[in-house]
């Protein structure tokens, strides 16, 4: 194989465009947006994601940008330290088992690394067209030009254009729940990831993303549509969280502008297998979009990039390496979006018999952290 196109450029698209270029892949990249950017809220890093930049060689890089934890410290809703438990590192001894960073920083690192390493980069562009054109994918693109690849990648999101031309439509599924996400200053006391247990069907919790900030998380339910509007998002968080103690009384006067708080309601996706057809391969959200309950998101597009770029060195014949990764990606993904829609799900309905957050949590951690 010499040419791909990877359309997106998220976390997938950037990571895939990083890992195939250093395999000596010509890589064409397209993103429908003006810019390459995400938006300034922060993003949790759990084990997986970490082992999977150091994988991408920009691991140490996102450490000295970000800020790393080895606990995950769990509150009772009044502020009680009820529970503790350390996150170890699958990077190595004495490195951070978490980290909490900027979406932004993450995003330069990766589109930095990505341009480095030879991808091409357009952005405004979209595919309208990607059919068959003998052993190769021919793409029209919005612009009226089009192009001929043996690969092309969609990476795309959950809302995937690339999912939607080659494999039908599929509606992303709403879980009833949103998060609305604040920057703040981050408090000395706050030097582990930090979760509240839920106040009624309000969850909060605490990522640390810097010495002098970290992201503040609080989830609740919330009907198909609703969308808060910018003037009111301050009173919105600060009467969800007025139920909580300790820190998070704190902090409560710190929420003050529109502008450090991000909202987003959880919708979800997970395309049957195979994700493949022909020489159309989805990967990331595209494929598989999760809720952000384990923090996992991120970590399955690292390693979605990781993956692919392995299975095509080790496979002859291209059909075999795309074969090989689907299987490969398709169960651990699923385990993801399952046990991340149960939480939610339990969040969302308090007392609902059986439900232990905090063992499943911790058991998908454990299991996350094995070599995927
Ligand atoms: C509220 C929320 C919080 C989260 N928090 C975490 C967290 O703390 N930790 C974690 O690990 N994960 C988290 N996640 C999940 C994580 O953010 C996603 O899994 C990850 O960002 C998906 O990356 P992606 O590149 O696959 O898709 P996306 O980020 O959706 O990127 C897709 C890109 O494709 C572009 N695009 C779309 N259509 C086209 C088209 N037709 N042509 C060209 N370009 C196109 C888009 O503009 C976009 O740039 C969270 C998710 C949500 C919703």
Redesign the pocket.
Known sequence: MTKALI?????????TALVLSRRGIEIDL????PR?E?LG??????GP?LRALDGLGIYEECVAEGFGVTDFEIYTPDGVLADKFPLPSPVGTGQPGLL?MM?PTLHRILLDRAEAEGAVLRTG???VHIGPAGAEVEVAF?TGETGHYDLVIG????????RDLVFGPAAPEFQGQ??L?VVLPRPAEVTAEVQFRPAGDVTVGF?PTSADSMYM?CMFPVEAGYRPREEDLVDLVRTRIEPFGGVVARIRDEVREPGQI?Y?A??TTLAPGPWYRGRVLI?????H????H????????LE?ALALGEEIAAAPDLDDALRAFSSRRYDRCKYVVETSVQLSYWQTHPGTPGADHQRVMAEAFGRLAEPF
């Open positions: 359309v997106g450029g998220g976390i997938s698209g950037l990571a397209v993103e429908r947006a390459i995400a809220s922060g993003i949790t890093l759990i994601a909490g979406r562009v979209s595919p919005d990476s795309d999101g959950l809302r995937s254009t690339v949103c998060v996400r990522t998380y991000n987003a959880f919708e990967l990331g959200d595209a494929a979009c999760t809720t952000p384990l923090a996992a998101g991120a970590a399955m597009c979605d």
